[in-house]
């Protein structure tokens, strides 16, 4: 009993208190069921497909913007409210989805929240952790029955050499945010780009995304600037000031440029740039006009009424991993509601394939690419009020679908799946 | 390029000579779902009559049926709104609950069937004592709303759960749910009743729907030579009375198919403005009026002809379009 209490993980009940497992031999998962309401053993028509939710929490950097501080359900609220759609289709399908959160703390053992969800039946998990633990969690349940889906993890490596065949990401990798903005900074005639870079290895692999980009669709960097600042303390009553000094004087100098790019993924300094550049520029990247899945003012294709139930339900606005979680458990139910069951194989073999199709509010069905399990989705670039406008730009064109513009596409892919 | 416009002219003006019959003039009544008007047109003269100012955000339209009265779903008003058609007064409110988009009357002018896309619900409202005779839940983000001809059976669309449910008039019991392509938009019976046509915008698809058995007969898919697919959206489908041809807004393909309603094979793919959304016949079923909401107007397709006559401004995102019986 002790020793369970000391597991290096908990599981939690969504949406209700924290519920801490002592007395089952084995953890027993706390159900979160629609509106998280009791829902009495099924009868038996029906078919129960319960969904893991995996969140690893890392020690983050405080942003500079109290605006940008993460809420602490990102990412399960987004699946609690595709929860809620999946059973409202499911009561007509007699399906019935379930969710389960296991929230690992820092330092805990994500391997073995993830065995244990697999363990109480979980076929499909989705996972909010960094890169290198998503690919221990998918090597740990290779040979089992599960599919995990990458809700956060931007990294290349996780779609090209490190692809894995049981993960599908519906997170946007950075190429494909790259790419996005880079499309409509071309569009705009503003292919001159000053780049301004941070010094953590998430900036340089940004970094590299924005040279493919420039590279792609004819952009131009006319400098790359290191910020070396590490970040400091957030607030001090002075800081304004001396920023207002300080970005015009780093600004300072450059080949004539249309717009500041910035590579700081950690929010260390990119908000200081807007308004303070030496010459009058507007900002774009990771601050000012940024590429992303979701914004919570974007309202085009029906997604008003999604926005609507989010802020409802959550009492706070979507966010883009709200968004990506979203997708995943959506993504499931139309498959399960697609194949009439939650036969495993089926509905893994049905989410990668030609008929599946996702309703998402981007304008197009969402997909999957078969060459490396991205969701291929039109990416939204936005300011911070408001969407400016949707990539793939037009111009950009494909031979088969103009949204694989954006991203690794098919013959460039390093991705051998394993 | 001005050669072709000139034939564009002569083929509008022989299509304008020999389609609509001057005498039978049938008034039609646009939304624009930005420019909170509602548009007039004259389907004779092909002149905008005037333009009346409602509430805001209209989208789904319907005429009565002694045509006195316009039924508005003004979306971000939160309800359904009543213009006198005669005085271009907004005579009244119909509770419609929140958001309503689409709505379609009982064969016999009332009750109305309403579809709140926000709230997972149809309501249903009796149009003389203004009041909600039910609320059925259905699926998540319901939309097309369509009466059977023999007033027995309501079928509502709901767009993330992509199914076409049949409500019992009666009973307001959900009978049926049929499972169709991804975000499905619109919901139309033939004329006899015996089919139920649904165009599904996501999977870029209609269903066609026996309303018998309840199963899918067939799914008509489209192709236009030089647009992708993933631009084929259908949004809005009539079906003729004789049951001849169906006419298939596809959204931003920018296209109006015109599918044999009998063969169900797509005969011919018409160009019209951007973003067609919404379509209606005249009664004659001479002429259709179809919105384009990036364009801001109105394309008039003369039917026996099966060309496009005449693209109309009207105000900001035309999105619905009713026609007057009379």
New interface residues.
């Given amino acids: 009993m002790s020793q369970l209490y000391r597991m290096p993980f908990r599981v939690c009940q969504v949406g209700l208190a924290l519920l801490l497992v002592l007395a089952a031999p084995l953890p027993i998962l706390a159900e979160m069921r629609d509106e998280g309401e009791a829902v009495p053993p099924a009868a038996a028509a029906l078919t129960n497909v319960p969904i893991g939710y995996l969140k690893q929490e890392v020690k983050k950097v405080i942003p500079l913007s109290r605006l940008n501080v993460e809420p602490e359900d990102i990412g399960i609220a987004g699946a609690q409210i595709a929860l809620k ?1 999946n059973n ?2 499911g009561r ?2 007699k399906q019935q989805f379930t969710l389960d959160v296991a929230q690992v703390p820092i330092g805990g053992d994500a391997v073995k929240a993830l065995e244990t969800l697999v363990e109480a039946g979980h076929h499909y998990v989705l996972v909010d952790a960094p890169a290198e633990i998503l690919l221990r969690l998918s090597d740990a349940v290779k040979d089992k029955d599960v599919l995990l889906f990458n809700v956060r993890a931007s990294d290349e490596n996780l779609r090209e050499e490190d692809c894995r065949a049981n993960v599908l990401h519906t997170a946007p990798d950075r190429a494909m945010l790259a790419d996005a903005l880079a499309q409509y900074l071309v569009w705009k005639k503003w292919q001159r780009w000053l780049v301004v870079k941070g010094v953590f290895p998430e900036d340089l692999a940004y970094l590299d995304m924005l040279r493919r980009a420039a590279k792609r669709f004819g952009g131009t960097i006319v400098e790359e600037r290191e910020y070396k600042e590490t970040p400091g303390a957030r607030r001090s009553d002075s800081g304004q000031q001396q920023i207002q000094q300080q970005m015009p004087v780093f600004t300072q100098g450059a080949p004539s440029y249309d717009v500041v790019v910035v590579a700081d993924e950690k929010e260390v300094f990119g908000p200081y740039l807007p308004y303070r550049t030496w010459d009058p520029r507007p900002v774009a990247g990771t601050a000012g006009l940024q590429a992303m899945s979701w914004h919570p003012a974007h309202e085009q294709w ?1 997604a008003t ?1 999604m926005q ?2 989010f802020q409802r339900a959550a009492k706070r606005f979507m966010l883009p991993i709200d968004y990506q979680a979203w997708v995943a458990v ?1 993504a499931i139910g ?1 498959s399960v ?2 194949v009439g069951s939650g036969d495993f194989a089926k509905v893994d073999a049905f989410l990668r394939g030609d008929e599946f ?3 998402a509010f981007k ?3 969402v997909t999957f690419r078969k060459w490396d399990g991205q969701l291929r989705q039109p990416i939204i670039v936005a300011g911070p009020d408001l969407p400016v406008s949707t990539s793939p730009q037009q111009g950009f064109l494909h031979e088969h ?3 694989d513009t954006l991203g690794i596409d098919a013959p460039e892919s390093k991705c051998k799946f394993q | 390029m001005r050669a072709e416009a000139l034939v564009a002219v002569v083929v509008a003006t022989v299509g304008l000579v020999c389609g609509a019959r001057p005498g039978e003039a049938y008034t039609v009544y646009v939304s624009n779902e930005k420019g909170n008007s509602i548009t007039v047109l004259d389907s004779a003269t092909l002149e905008v009559k005037e333009t009346i100012p409602v509430g805001m955000r209209p989208r789904g339209i319907i005429l009565t049926n002694d045509d006195k009265y316009l039924l508005i779903c003004a979306s971000d008003e939160d309800t359904v709104q009543v213009l006198d058609v005669n005085s271009h007064e907004l005579v009244g409110d119909l509770p419609s609950g929140p958001d309503p988009e689409l709505l379609d009357l009982h064969p016999s002018g009332n009750p109305v069937y309403v579809a709140n896309e926000d709230d997972n619900l149809l309501t249903v409202i009796d149009i003389n004592d203004k009041k909600v005779l039910a609320e059925v839940e259905v699926g998540v983000e319901p939309e097309g709303v369509g009466a059977s001809p023999d007033g027995k059976t309501v079928v509502v669309t709901s767009e993330t759960t992509n199914m076409a449910h049949f409500v019992d008039t009666e009973s307001y019991e959900i009978t049926d749910n049929v499972l169709v392509g991804s975000r499905p938009r619109f919901a139309e019976f033939t004329a006899d009743g015996s089919q139920l046509w649904v165009t599904s915008e996501v999977a870029g698809v209609v269903s066609v729907i026996d309303t018998k058995t309840r199963k899918i007969i067939k799914v008509i898919g489209f192709a236009v030579p030089g647009v992708q697919p993933e631009h084929i959206q259908p949004v809005g489908v009539r079906v003729a009375k004789d049951g001849s041809k169906a006419f298939v807004a596809l959204g931003p393909a920018n296209r109006v198919a015109v599918i044999d309603a009998k063969t169900l094979e797509v005969e011919k793919y018409l160009l019209v403005g951007q973003r067609v959304w919404q379509l209606a016949f005249t009664p004659d079923e001479k002429q259709v009026f179809v919105t384009n909401g990036n364009s801001n107007d109105v394309s008039v397709i003369d039917v026996p002809s099966l060309t496009v006559v005449k693209s109309i401004p009207v105000g900001s995102a035309p999105w619905g379009v009713a026609i007057s019986q009379h």
Avoid: H, I
Wanted: no cysteine; hydrophobic share 25%; proline share 0%.
């Fill in positions: 759609d409202t289709t007509f399908t029906g009424q609507n139930r959506r139309e509601s697609r199709g996702l309703a304008g197009q069905k679908a103009e949204v």
